[in-house]
C-alpha cells in the first residue's frame, strides 16, 4: 500500500528447545531486523523447554536490538512438546488481551528471516479484511551430504511452484510452521489453542490418538473450517537451517514419514469439509495428494512386470523415459530453484518414489509417529500388548492386500497377462468343453 501500513504492534511466537547458539543467534538478529524494518514496538513471545536457549536468546537481543522498543516474555512449558509450547504461549497471549488486528509471527527457532520478511507481508492484512494468515516463501541451507541439500532445495522449488497457484484460490494447502503470520484474532480462541495443545485423531484400526508434530496442518484445518482467507508471500522469504547428525538416508527417510503422516492424517478431514466449503481447487488437491501416492507407483510396476514376464528390454527403456522426463521437470523446477543442480534429475525421481512409498506404508499407520529433530519424540498407540499386535498385523495384512491389489490391477489393465474372461468362467460351468 502506499500509505505504507503497519500494525500498531508486532508479535512473534517462537519454540525451541536445545537449538545450536550459532542457529539461535542467527535467527535473533533476524527477528531484530524485522522489528527494526517495521519500525514499530514488538513482543516476542518464547515458548522454551530450557534455559539454555532463553539465556542466549536475552543476550543476544541486548547485544544487537537494545535500540528497539522490544519485550521479551518467556513462557516455560511444563508439558514437553512443541505443540504444549505454543498452546501455553498463546493462552499468554490471550491473557494479556493482546488486540484483534495486531500482527503475530509463528516461527520456529531455526528459521532465519531475509530483510525485509515481515513487511512484505503486513500490507495484505490492510488490503484485504478477510485476511487471517498468510504463509511466506522458504528455503533450506543444509549441513549435511551435498545429495541431502539437493533433495530439499528441490522440494522446496515444488513448495515453490505450486503454492503460486495454489494461493489464487485465496487458500493454500499448509501454513508452514517454520514461518507464518496471522491476524490475531483467531489465534487467541480458546477452540484455536486447543486445536493446538491436543489435535487428535479418531481412526477405526488405532483408535483416539494425538498429533505429534504437524501444528502447520492444524492451523490449516482451523482456517480452512471457518472459511479464513488465506495466501502466499512470495517475496517474503527465510531459511530453515537443517543439521543432520549421523545417518543422512535415516534422516530423510523420518523426515518423510514425519511429512506424510501430517498430510495423510490431516487431508481426510480437510476432504470431509466438502467441496462447498473449501474452494474446489484446494479440496480436490487434498484428494489429488491421496491418488497421486497410488498413481506414482503404476510406472515402475509395469516395468517391473513387463521385465519379469518378457525382456528385460523394458527396464533400459523405463530408464530412457526417466531420464527424458525428469529431465524435462528439473529444468522447469530450476527456474523455481534459482539455481541449475545437475542432481535435481536424480533426486526428483528419488523423491517422487520413496515419497510414495511411504504414504502407502503410512496410511495404514497413522499412529506411528516420529520427530527425529525435536528431542527424536515418538508416539504410538499404546494398550493391551495382543491388541497392539493384531492391530499391527491387520495394517500389514491391509499393506498387503493394496500393493497386491495394485500390481494385479496394472498388468491387467496393460494386457500384460491375458484376462481371464468369458472363457475361463465357460470351464467352471461346463460350457468349455460343449
Same mark, same amino acid.
Not at 525485509?116 to 516463501?137: G, H, I
Given at each position: 500500500?502506499?500509505?505504507?501500513?503497519?500494525?500498531?504492534?508486532?508479535?512473534?511466537?517462537? +519454540?525451541?528447545?536445545?537449538?545450536?547458539?550459532?542457529?539461535?543467534?542467527?535467527?535473533?538478529?533476524?527477528?531484530?531486523?524485522?522489528?527494526?524494518?517495521?519500525? /514499530?514496538?514488538?513482543?516476542?513471545?518464547?515458548?522454551?523447554?530450557?534455559?539454555?536457549?532463553?539465556?542466549?536468546?536475552?543476550?543476544?537481543?541486548?547485544?544487537?536490538?537494545?535500540?528497539?522498543?522490544?519485550?521479551?516474555?518467556?513462557?516455560?512449558?511444563?508439558?514437553?512438546?512443541?505443540?504444549?509450547?505454543?498452546?501455553?504461549?498463546?493462552?499468554?497471549?490471550?491473557?494479556?488481551?493482546?488486540?484483534?488486528?495486531?500482527?503475530?509471527?509463528?516461527?520456529?527457532?531455526?528459521?532465519?528471516?531475509?530483510?525485509?520478511?515481515?513487511?512484505?507481508?503486513?500490507?495484505?492484512?490492510?488490503?484485504?479484511? @478477510?485476511?487471517?494468515?498468510? +504463509?511466506?516463501?522458504?528455503?533450506?541451507?543444509?549441513?549435511?551430504?551435498?545429495?541431502?541439500?539437493?533433495?530439499?532445495?528441490?522440494?522446496?522449488?515444488?513448495?515453490?511452484?505450486?503454492?503460486?497457484?495454489?494461493?489464487?484460490?485465496?487458500?493454500?494447502?499448509?501454513? +508452514?510452521?517454520?514461518?507464518?503470520?496471522?491476524?490475531?484474532?483467531?489465534?487467541?480462541?480458546?477452540?484455536? /489453542?486447543?486445536?493446538?495443545?491436543?489435535?487428535?485423531?479418531?481412526?477405526?484400526?488405532?483408535?483416539?490418538?494425538?498429533?505429534?508434530?504437524?501444528?502447520?496442518?492444524? +492451523?490449516?484445518?482451523?482456517?480452512?473450517?471457518?472459511?479464513?482467507?488465506?495466501?502466499?508471500?512470495? @517475496?517474503?522469504?527465510?531459511?530453515?537451517?537443517?543439521?543432520?547428525?549421523?545417518?543422512?538416508?535415516?534422516?530423510?527417510?523420518?523426515?518423510?514419514?514425519?511429512?506424510?503422516?501430517?498430510?495423510?492424517?490431516?487431508?481426510?478431514?480437510?476432504?470431509?469439509?466438502?467441496?462447498?466449503?473449501?474452494?474446489?481447487?484446494?479440496?480436490?488437491?487434498?484428494? @489429488?495428494?491421496?491418488?497421486?501416492?497410488?498413481?506414482?507407483?503404476?510406472?515402475?510396476?509395469?516395468?517391473?512386470?513387463?521385465?519379469?514376464? *518378457?525382456?528385460?528390454? *523394458?527396464? /533400459?527403456?523405463?530408464?530412457?523415459?526417466?531420464? /527424458?522426463?525428469?529431465?524435462?521437470?528439473?529444468?522447469?523446477?530450476?527456474? *523455481?530453484?534459482?539455481?541449475?543442480?545437475?542432481?535435481?534429475?536424480?533426486?526428483?525421481?528419488?523423491?517422487?518414489?520413496?515419497?510414495?512409498?511411504?504414504?502407502?506404508?503410512?496410511?495404514?499407520?497413522?499412529?506411528?509417529?516420529?520427530?527425529?529433530?525435536?528431542?527424536?519424540?515418538?508416539?504410538?498407540?499404546?494398550?493391551?500388548?495382543?491388541?497392539?499386535?493384531?492391530?499391527?498385523?491387520?495394517?500389514?495384512?491391509?499393506?498387503?492386500?493394496?500393493?497386491?491389489?495394485?500390481?494385479?490391477?496394472?498388468?491387467?489393465?496393460?494386457?500384460?497377462?491375458?484376462?481371464?474372461?468369458?472363457?475361463?468362467?465357460?470351464?467352471?460351468?461346463?460350457?468349455?468343453?460343449?
Amino acid at each position: 500500500l502506499e500509505g505504507g501500513w503497519r500494525p500498531k504492534h508486532l508479535h512473534f511466537m517462537m +519454540t525451541t528447545y536445545k537449538e545450536h547458539r550459532s542457529i539461535t543467534e542467527a535467527v535473533v538478529r533476524g527477528m531484530v531486523t524485522q522489528i527494526r524494518e517495521a519500525g /514499530i514496538p514488538a513482543t516476542i513471545w518464547l515458548g522454551s523447554g530450557d534455559r539454555f536457549d532463553e539465556d542466549i536468546i536475552a543476550n543476544q537481543l541486548k547485544a544487537v536490538g537494545n535500540d528497539l522498543e522490544i519485550t521479551l516474555n518467556i513462557i516455560r512449558q511444563n508439558v514437553g512438546g512443541k505443540r504444549m509450547a505454543i498452546g501455553l504461549v498463546l493462552r499468554a497471549m490471550s491473557r494479556a488481551n493482546v488486540p484483534d488486528d495486531d500482527i503475530v509471527v509463528f516461527m520456529d527457532g531455526d528459521f532465519i528471516m531475509e530483510s525485509n520478511a515481515v513487511r512484505s507481508c503486513l500490507p495484505l492484512f490492510k488490503l484485504y479484511p @478477510d485476511l487471517e494468515a498468510v +504463509t511466506t516463501d522458504e528455503d533450506v541451507i543444509a549441513e549435511a551430504p551435498r545429495w541431502m541439500q539437493s533433495m530439499l532445495s528441490m522440494r522446496f522449488a515444488q513448495r515453490r511452484m505450486a503454492m503460486q497457484s495454489h494461493a489464487l484460490s485465496g487458500r493454500v494447502l499448509t501454513l +508452514t510452521g517454520r514461518m507464518s503470520v496471522f491476524r490475531v484474532r483467531h489465534v487467541k480462541k480458546l477452540e484455536f /489453542i486447543r486445536l493446538l495443545e491436543a489435535d487428535y485423531l479418531n481412526h477405526w484400526l488405532w483408535g483416539s490418538f494425538r498429533f505429534l508434530s504437524g501444528d502447520d496442518k492444524s +492451523t490449516l484445518y482451523y482456517m480452512l473450517k471457518v472459511g479464513a482467507r488465506l495466501l502466499y508471500v512470495p @517475496d517474503s522469504m527465510g531459511y530453515t537451517v537443517e543439521v543432520v547428525e549421523g545417518n543422512g538416508v535415516n534422516r530423510m527417510v523420518q523426515n518423510y514419514r514425519r511429512w506424510s503422516g501430517n498430510m495423510l492424517r490431516n487431508g481426510a478431514r480437510v476432504i470431509a469439509l466438502g467441496p462447498r466449503r473449501v474452494p474446489f481447487f484446494i479440496w480436490w488437491c487434498f484428494v @489429488d495428494q491421496r491418488i497421486a501416492m497410488w498413481t506414482m507407483l503404476v510406472n515402475p510396476a509395469v516395468a517391473i512386470a513387463a521385465a519379469t514376464l *518378457y525382456s528385460w528390454a *523394458y527396464l /533400459i527403456q523405463y530408464f530412457l523415459f526417466l531420464a /527424458i522426463s525428469r529431465l524435462m521437470l528439473s529444468l522447469v523446477l530450476s527456474s *523455481y530453484a534459482r539455481t541449475v543442480d545437475m542432481w535435481f534429475p536424480f533426486v526428483l525421481y528419488i523423491n517422487q518414489l520413496i515419497n510414495a512409498a511411504v504414504k502407502v506404508y503410512s496410511i495404514f499407520r497413522l499412529s506411528k509417529q516420529r520427530w527425529f529433530n525435536r528431542g527424536d519424540q515418538k508416539s504410538a498407540v499404546s494398550g493391551d500388548r495382543l491388541l497392539v499386535m493384531a492391530r499391527e498385523g491387520f495394517a500389514g495384512f491391509q499393506t498387503t492386500v493394496a500393493v497386491t491389489a495394485l500390481f494385479l490391477i496394472v498388468i491387467l489393465m496393460t494386457g500384460l497377462v491375458e484376462t481371464p474372461g468369458f472363457r475361463l468362467l465357460g470351464f467352471f460351468t461346463g460350457d468349455f468343453w460343449g
